[in-house]
């Protein structure tokens, strides 16, 4: 048995952070919408073994239990005692710790797949929650609709369709450590969002409102060790963006517009300056799972 997963990217459309939790995660405020920048990840069960293998298309990335997409396949075995192998294969696209949760977008996938192989028969929110317990933004990515995500990243709210809109990505050259950035968050002096004007923007489908309240608080931290992101955000605005900034941790800077033609022009002008970028869709509604 097998099947063919799509396992689209993510970015922030607004990032806040609002305190440490005892074990360190911290609590998150986002506004999270996937795109169709995507991985396939083709997941095939093995009556022959009970052993997870995983292989991708890059030379760089963990094949073992490093991987995210192995790690989803083992909690789904052990929590359902399933006696059965499974061989994943990542047709990888994402960038690699780019904050666009690639990795969380393959994990999500296998516990999509093999949720349908292994005839688990569990709800989105159950795959979310079993989810959590691999990447903070598993759970998002389970469902990969326009969301608020709360919590540490368990509590998502569906939101509207961004119908109108198109997004450029550039991811710089630098690799940069999710792990790293979290802990230099400093809560006393982060600023803080008004992630609600997102929401409500989105709901309203009021453009200007969902542009202007933007954010990223991590921006700044991120910025220090990486200026270069200044640098493309500064671009994408010259050249027409409505709004531009960092997702996640980053470095990849995205800048909307609401107009197919100035997107493409600012996807244009920017290749000379970044040799990855993108022009693409958000994933709505009826491509949601
Ligand atoms: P996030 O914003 O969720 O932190 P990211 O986009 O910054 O994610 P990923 O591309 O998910 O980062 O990769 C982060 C780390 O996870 C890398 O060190 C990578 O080796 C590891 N990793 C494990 N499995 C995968 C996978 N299937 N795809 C990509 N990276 C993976």
Redo the contacts with the bound molecule.
Sequence with gaps: METLEKAPAKLNLSLDALFRHLDGDPEWRMVMTAIDLA?YVHIETRDDSNGIQVQ?NTGF??QDQ????FQAAKKLQEQFQIDQGVMIT?D?H???????????A??AAVLRGLNKLWNLNQSLMDLARIGLEI???VPFCVYSCPALVEGKGEKITPLNDLTSLWFVVAKPKAS???PTILKQIDFSEIQHLNVESVVEAIQQQDWKQLTASMGNSLEPITIQKYPEIIRIKEKMVKFGAEAAQMS??GPTVFGISTKQSRAQHIYNSLRGFCKEVYLVRPFNLKNCN
Aim: glycine share 16%; proline share 6%.
């Design positions: 991985d991708t990335l963990p490093r991987n995210l997409a990542i990888k994402i960038p690699v710790s780019a904050g666009m949760g690639g990795g969380s393959d994990a990447d903070s933004d940069v450590s999710t996640g941790t």
